[in-house]
């Protein structure tokens, strides 16, 4: 009897152990499965946007962020894709965050609201946000384009000369190069903007509105203008020439360029590098632009060969001709008090 308790209890505990030992087995397999799951999770994880990706990968270290609103096709758009700047600042403790806008104005609006530090826009996008006290200030400027910017009409339109605009609905973005060319070309015609119906809209709803026949001519500027010429003949009414030298500025916010000049200097640097590149490498660059958005390579070389990407601290002439245009503003009733845009002009030297 006691032989046979003994076996009992052997092959009692014998069991016990091989049950454990299973258990541990199981145990073990699953925290390997786990721990590799998370290793293969990790490296399949999709990159939502290049902010969040910035933002996930960035060092621990990285203690301060600029955050830098773009237009889509301008050399910042380049420069966001090609992660240089990142790269740079990441040995500083910084990181960047992207926001693309549509147009001028939203980007001034940002600056004002605290949202972003950087930014860049047309004519006249600043010179309201001056007159309603964005707090900016001028950086750079590039060269004025010529060919970038028209109003135009569908190719089977009635409407032939600027004249023919009286009594039509123009679609336009308030505060921006087109609506200023839209005064501009519609005074040498003899007409005045109230002789028309400006129909405010932002670039994409314009072009709905403008398909679509809702209204009848649109002043707009690449490369929304070369993205609707795939798909639409148009006529040109007008262009810039004669009329206004259509560039773009870098701004900033005016506290973020007082506290980090050195900031500024950078991202104008990495700016001009990737502008010169683009204007050196205009297939190369319209290869980037047809796989990033799928616009058609035709259309891509034709928009980075119809413009000079570059960069150049601010120029007088520059100031000189947004003078110019804010008077202008003034005269018309679109500003309420006179500028004056030497007020809002960075005055660090912008070694390039």
Known sequence: MSH??????????????????????YTLIFTLVFCLSLAVASC???????????TQNAPSNLTRVVRIGHQRFGALFYLKAKNSLENRLAKMGW???????????????AIGKGKIDLGYAGVAAPI????????????????????????????????????????KKIAATQKTAGHYLLIRALTQSGLQLKDAQLVDL????????????????????????AQLQETMPVNFLA???????????????????????DIVKIVMGETRQMATWITKNPERAAEFISARTGMRITTAIKL???????????????????????????????????????????KQKLDL
């Open 304 to 346: 980075t060969k119809s413009r000079r990407y570059d960069l150049l601290p601010i120029q007088d002439r520059a100031v000189e001709e947004q003078q110019r245009i804010a008077e202008i503003f003034f005269r018309l009733g679109l500003l309420p008090d006179r500028i004056w845009i030497e007020d809002v002009i960075w």
């Open 4 to 25: 046979i308790k003994t076996r009992f209890q052997l092959s009692f505990f014998s069991q016990n152990t091989i049950k454990r030992r299973v258990a541990w087995g």
């Open 44 to 54: 399949q994880s999709p990159v939502i946007n290049n902010s969040t990706a910035k």
């Open 95 to 109: 990181s960047v965050e992207w926001t693309e806008f549509a147009a001028g104005p939203p980007i001034l609006e």
């Open 239 to 261: 262009n810039s020439d004669g009329l206004m030298n259509d560039r773009n500025f870098y701004l900033a916010s005016r506290s973020f360029a007082s506290d980090f000049p």
């Open 128 to 167: 309201f946000a001056q007159s309603e006290g964005v707090p900016f200030v001028y950086i750079a400027n590039d060269s004025a384009l010529p060919g970038s910017i028209g109003i135009i009409v569908p190719q089977d339109s009635p409407i032939r000369t600027l004249a023919d605009l009286k009594g």
């Open 202 to 225: 932002p670039p994409p709803k314009a072009q709905e509105a403008f398909v679509r026949g809702e209204v009848d001519a649109w002043a707009i500027w690449q490369p929304f203008l």
